[in-house]
């Protein structure tokens, strides 16, 4: 079973527009990292952030985690047709420093 | 450089038949994970191996999944009797350090059992 929820599960937008997609989780963690996946292939890592920061930044990346609340929250800004994509956040628990359990993901399309 | 590589990229199977998928993670990982990932969701653990030991084969699904690292380089997975429930993608995934490191996906490979 999968330990986070993605909010919307779909988002369309326009290019330019930014795009905030929202993960919650149960478990308390070690890390939380968000993942990128085009149609049809592999993962690629976007961002990692730790339990003990709040904010983290990566070119038109931002992400935020709030532990109180178990959430975080991925923002793309000026979001390209490019970054076209399903985004998934993944939790890595303090119980198993090792595996991430994945949410269900957000199916993004930025229109031309 | 050469990220993590799995083939074969494609493997369909007529129930019954076992199939074996092979990973080469990145040259000098110690990690390794095998994930499952059903159509429209996000991948699930599998099994997780440090060097050649397989620390957790906890989310192995059933005693027809195996999973072997014996040079704790490349990986196999292997399913015996397959089942259509079987079809998924299976990912594999190398991290560098032993735990909480980031995890680099490899391309997949798309399982259909007819």
């Known amino acids: 079973s999968q330990q986070g929820e993605e909010d919307p599960q779909a988002l369309s937008i326009q290019e330019g527009e930014n795009a905030t997609m929202n993960c919650s989780y149960k478990?308390?963690?070690?890390?939380l990292q968000w993942y990128r996946q085009n149609s049809g292939r592999g993962l690629v890592h976007l961002i990692l952030?730790?339990?003990?920061?709040r904010e983290k930044h990566s070119g038109r990346l931002r992400v935020t985690l709030d532990t109180s609340k178990k959430s975080s929250s991925l923002l793309i800004t000026a979001s390209r047709a490019a970054d076209t994509a399903s985004y998934f956040c993944a939790t890595e628990s303090k119980d198993s420093s090792y595996k991430l359990i994945f949410g269900s993901g957000t199916r993004l399309l930025v229109r031309p | 450089g050469a990220g993590v590589s799995q083939s074969p990229r494609y493997k369909v199977a007529k129930r019954g038949q076992d199939v074996a998928l092979r990973c080469d993670p990145i040259?000098?990982?110690?990690?390794l994970f095998w994930y499952q990932q059903a159509l429209g969701q996000g991948p699930e653990f599998l099994t997780y191996?440090?060097?050649?030991?397989?620390?957790?084969k906890s989310g192995l699904p059933s005693d027809r999944f195996f999973a072997e690292r014996p040079e704790g380089s490349v990986s196999t997975l292997k399913i015996q009797r397959t089942q259509q429930e079987d079809s998924a993608v299976y990912l594999c995934a190398s991290s560098l350090a032993r735990q909480s490191d980031t995890q680099y996906f490899g391309p997949g490979t798309r399982l259909t059992v007819l």
């Open positions: 478990t308390s963690i070690n890390n």
């Open positions: 952030i730790r339990s003990n920061e």
């Open positions: 040259s000098g990982h110690v990690s």
């Open positions: 191996f440090q060097n050649e030991a397989q620390l957790d």
